[in-house]
């Protein structure tokens, strides 16, 4: 019997949070932004509607970095620099949890790869049968 964790943290417990409906949607991001902000090659993240998140604690310790440019809010633990979330400035309801944020399995899998068209040279894209987008998913 497995259950679908709906709570997460950060790296030093400071910040908690809780969906109040699992995530049912997820999906690989590789554009440069992700890989600078996890120091991976892509970030797995699960793209959730905004009204089921809930900061349980830690809203203090909460830091957001706005792209000059545009683009998702990213927002991060300050006491740990742990990467929780991210959300669309202007739209509360897009947001987007990163799966390690999770306490345990989310249940939901990733399905697609984002932004190959700026992947990491130095690792290759899997032959892992996701749907790719060369630039974003279509929302
Ligand atoms: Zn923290
Ligand atoms: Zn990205």
Redesign the pocket.
Known sequence: MSTTSVTGS??????RFELTEPATAAGYCHCTRCQKRTGAAASAQARIDGRTFRLLEGEE?VRGWRPPDGGFEKCF?S??G?HLFSRHPGDPTQMSVRLGAFDGDPGVRPSWRAYLAYAAPWEPIPDDGLERYMEAKPR
């Open positions: 950060c790296l030093c417990g400071g910040v310790l633990c006491k740990c742990a």
